[in-house]
């Protein structure tokens, strides 16, 4: 039983350390050729009450930096795309004996809304025969929005597994899930040559 506890606290080390899991996708027929100037979406979902957060601040830091070296324009007077953020962090448990597990979910709200709202629920039932590891997951999310229309023209996320400690200190995990995200983003020059509307990057 030493062993499997082991051996899970090192799968739990090594996922940490290849990098968050990253999936994305676009609404169909999406013209990205005619998005170049951008802005931030107000208030926020990173934000705090009236006030922008330390964690926003980053967010929009790396972002700009990333999409300005991509040749996009920062541009708060006339977006054409506005982008927002969603961040949770939520405890998980990893067990080191065999269990069983029966998930199911339901979700009311799709890709393409308005992030008005949406219903969603989860449940699973977890019959272990042992003690489990507990660790924290992050989940970073960027949605890019039509500045006319306010509709998501794509989202992607990023889940990425934490050590507790890095709670105090989100910084290189944000900046990492920020660069991986966008990394998904479809240039102008390849969108529509054979990519797909769907598109999740290897696990």
Known sequence: MRFLLFFMLVFLGGCATTGPEIHSQHRPGTDFAAYRGFAFFSPLGTD???????ISQQLKAETRRVLEARDYRYA???????????????KRTAYSYPYHYFPGSVFYGG?????????????GYHFPL??????????????????????????????????NADRENLEPLLKTAVE????????PKTIGKGSSDVNAAPP
């Open 48 to 54: 705090q009450a009236e006030y922008a957060s330390l």
């Open 180 to 187: 991986k995200i966008l990394e998904q983003y479809p240039s």
């Open 111 to 123: 890709f393409g809304g308005r992030r008005r709202g949406g219903v969603g629920v989860g449940f």
């Open 130 to 163: 042992g003690g489990g590891t507990r660790y924290l997951e992050s989940i970073l999310g960027i949605d890019i929005i039509d500045a006319k229309t306010r509709d998501v023209l794509w989202e992607g996320r990023a889940k990425s597994l934490m050590p």
């Open 76 to 90: 708060p007077d006339a977006p054409d795309m506005l982008i927002n953020f969603t961040l949770e962090i939520r």
